[in-house]
């Protein structure tokens, strides 16, 4: 029996070429100095590596062969300023706070639908192209304390919340400076002791199971509440969950009852954007702590509103709406 075998050509290997070339070439043949198939002899550089960085198919930084990371090098550049940034005060993320806020920021670019967010495979790719940040186990909230809430950190953020007072003249009106406060309330009731006869059975009304809703409470310095935002635990949000609530109050739904990146996100964009004053010739100071992702950044700024976070582990000591 003969047995037959088809010969498969040897594929090669990569070619290797100079980045300065693939750069030299890709200017040349954009200032039209140079047609593609010359440009690619001269700078010895594919002419198909080439041919996709001039038709945008490849960003011109990418230097390696394979699939091009979601984000180009300055967006990856502001991603890990702000994770430093944040790890510099004490909000550090993590491996998912930072996915999370990758696939928020891939979103706002139109780089990725929310049904297809980043995965590990990308934050490890990502970690791997810039060494300067990486996974580390945090302090214990004891530690933190101690070590952010000390009055040489307490006068830091006085001096800084003075400087931005000035920047944008607000120093003398209390009016447009706001304060964020999220507070958990637990629906269930725990009845107090009542005085009685030893051995007749008294009753307190209590709710049910258990769960925790959460209120994002806002005021300025002047008094002024907003009003209230609730979390209700589960999947729906209904109409009856905000039945008797105050004038103007509104909500949202998350698994925990607890809030999260998004419906802080929404919280500011849907809610409290409707009931801040005018802001054509003032601007507005936002203090809150947490919650921090670079599109509601980006859009507070885009709407003359200016967020500054409270210290880390401080809010015993510098949330208004905790002290006063």
């Given amino acids: 029996m003969e047995i037959r075998t088809h010969h498969v050509p040897d594929r090669g290997s990569y070619r290797t070429y100079d980045p300065d070339n693939l750069s030299k070439a890709y200017f040349a043949v954009k200032e039209g100095k140079m047609s593609t198939n010359k440009a690619s002899k001269v700078f010895n550089v594919p002419r198909t590596t080439l041919q996709g960085r001039l038709y945008g198919k490849v960003d011109i930084e990418t230097i390696k062969s394979g699939p091009q990371s979601v984000f180009n090098q300055g967006q990856e550049a502001l991603l890990v300023g702000h994770l430093k940034t944040m790890d510099d005060v004490g909000y550090g993320y993590s491996r998912q706070e930072t996915l999370n806020l990758a696939s928020d920021y891939a979103v706002h670019l139109g780089l990725r639908d929310k049904d297809h967010p980043l995965t590990d495979r990308w934050l490890y790719k990502f970690l791997s192209r810039w060494p300067e940040i990486g996974v580390k186990k945090p302090c214990s909230l004891e530690i933190a304390r101690a070590k952010f809430a000390t009055r040489g950190a307490v006068d830091a953020y006085f001096e800084e919340l003075g400087l931005v007072l000035s920047k944008y003249n607000l ?85 925990s009852g607890w809030s999260n990146s998004q419906i802080f996100c929404n919280y500011i964009q849907e809610h409290l954007i409707k009931f801040l004053p005018p802001r054509d010739d003032d601007d507005i100071l936002l203090l809150y702590d947490g919650h921090i992702t670079k599109p509601i950044i980006e859009w507070a700024k885009s709407h003359h509103i200016h967020l500054f976070v409270l210290p880390p582990h401080c809010s015993h000591l510098l949330q208004p709406l905790d002290v006063s």
Avoid at 223 to 245: E, K
């Fill in 171 to 255: 120093l003398n009106k209390p009016h447009r400076i706001y304060n964020i406060d999220e507070k958990g309330l637990s629906t269930e009731h725990k009845p107090p002791k009542v005085i009685g006869g030893k051995f007749s059975k008294s009753q307190a009304v209590t709710s049910g199971r258990g769960k925790t809703v959460t209120l994002i409470g806002c005021a300025n310095g002047v008094g002024q509440v907003i009003p209230p935002y609730f979390v209700f635990p589960g999947a729906r949000m209904l109409d009856s969950l905000l039945d008797g609530a105050t004038a103007g109050a509104d909500g949202d739904v998350s698994e």
